[in-house]
């Protein structure tokens, strides 16, 4: 995410964030997928390299299909400097999860995987010019998304998310 600067780094890393939060609260038997469908939306801060924080605001709407394996979804943040909309596709499979987004107007794209354990998620976001890492806790309607990406210009990203 340095080629296209801070922007194109926050908008990555949260859209990969949030992707991989309907993976995260499985209940025995069924698809994380199927149970985190639907609207969430909540706020956090930014820390970029520089020191400097910001406030940020996302909006997300996740789509599973009917057995839970796959879904789609659609991700909004703003903070005062920059606003980015972000599309993406996510698999999950016996524990593990995996896919794909993209940022059209940045021309941005990459995957992800990881493992889902319970309320707890671990997972590693690839693009060609950035890798960050992601932990998710969640419980109940309430998800803290923790994302470190050393070595980029966004350091840090924490937000707390509810069910709408």
């Known amino acids: ?6 922007l194109r780094q926050a908008g990555l890393v949260l859209v990969a964030a949030v992707a991989f939060t309907t993976a995260v609260y499985a209940q025995a038997g069924s698809s994380p997928l199927t149970i985190m469908g ?10 970029l390299s520089d020191g400097n924080r910001e406030r940020i605001r996302c909006r997300s709407n996740y789509q599973p299909d009917g057995s839970g394996s796959t879904m789609r979804l659609s991700l909004s943040c703003a903070s005062d ?10 698999q999950y ?10 940022e059209a107007s940045r021309n941005a794209a990459g995957r992800i995987s990881g493992t889902a354990r319970g309320g707890q998620i671990e997972a590693r976001v690839e693009g060609q ?3 960050a890492f992601i932990n998710i806790n969640t419980r109940s309607d309430k998800q803290n998304v923790s994302i470190r990406a ?15």
């Open 1 to 6: 995410m340095r080629a296209f600067g801070v």
């Open 38 to 47: 639907g609207a969430w939306n909540g706020t956090g801060t930014i820390t």
């Open 81 to 90: 400097s920059y606003k980015f909309d972000l599309l993406g596709n996510v």
């Open 93 to 102: 499979s016996n524990g593990q999860i995996s896919g794909d987004w993209n």
């Open 129 to 131: 010019t950035f890798a």
């Open 150 to 164: 050393p070595g980029s210009n966004m350091q840090e990203v924490a937000i707390s998310m509810s069910r709408r």
